[in-house]
């Protein structure tokens, strides 16, 4: 099967962004992978929560302006942090003929995490832009690690985790290459 990508863009929605970690740094990266992705040809998913607190039409849930979907686009609704767990993101993928997800969005150790780990177990190989995700910001004390941290963390994680059969490449923004074959 030949190598192909699609962008997952995850949870970028106005409520998410605006409790996020270098929030305009992330969305500014994400915005420039979209550009990337769409002159490549390469398919663009945008991954959407819905639920409870993220009710489907309030402003809050709505993505934000400078990443919404273009009309082409197709976006994934979800109700937990793993974006294939009861959506058609897998089929999705299949039907686009994806062999890798180039994944970014919020919240790094939730929704980012363990939709990455279920691509792996789907047999995708796996991209994590090391700048193109973020966490909530948070006070540097108490049980949680710092935002910084906690992405620098997860980065680490990828670029140490086995999947047998799997490539998976940690980089930044700046070296996704989506004209590669």
């Known amino acids: 099967m030949a190598h192909a990508s699609a962008l997952l863009v995850i949870d970028m929605q106005n409520d998410t962004v605006s409790i996020a970690y270098r929030a305009a740094e992330t969305v500014a990266v994400i915005a420039g992978l979209r550009e990337c992705a769409r002159a490549a040809g390469?398919?663009?998913?945008?991954?959407q929560d819905q639920g409870a607190g993220m009710e489907a039409g309030t402003e809050g849930w709505q993505i934000v302006p400078e990443l919404s979907p273009a009309a082409d686009e197709t976006v994934?609704?979800?109700?937990?942090?793993?974006?294939?767990?009861?959506?058609?993101?897998?089929?999705?993928?299949?039907?686009?003929?994806?062999?890798?997800?180039?994944?970014?969005?919020?919240?790094?150790?939730?929704?980012?995490?363990?939709?990455?780990?279920?691509?792996?177990?789907?047999?995708?190989?796996?991209?994590?832009?090391?700048?193109?995700?973020?966490?909530?910001?948070?006070?540097?004390?108490?049980?949680?690690?710092?935002?910084?941290?906690?992405?620098?963390?997860?980065?680490?994680?990828?670029?140490?985790?086995?999947?047998?059969?799997?490539?998976?490449?940690?980089?930044?923004a700046s070296e996704v290459d989506f004209t590669a074959a």
């Open 42 to 47: 390469v398919p663009v998913v945008t991954i």
């Open 76 to 172: 994934v609704h979800k109700i937990s942090p793993d974006s294939f767990l009861d959506t058609d993101l897998d089929k999705v993928l299949e039907t686009l003929g994806v062999t890798e997800v180039v994944v970014t969005g919020f919240a790094t150790e939730i929704c980012v995490d363990t939709t990455a780990r279920q691509a792996l177990s789907r047999r995708y190989d796996l991209v994590l832009v090391a700048d193109g995700h973020t966490t909530s910001v948070r006070p540097d004390s108490g049980e949680y690690a710092a935002p910084g941290q906690s992405i620098a963390h997860h980065n680490e994680i990828f670029r140490h985790i086995d999947f047998p059969g799997r490539n998976i490449r940690v980089l930044p």
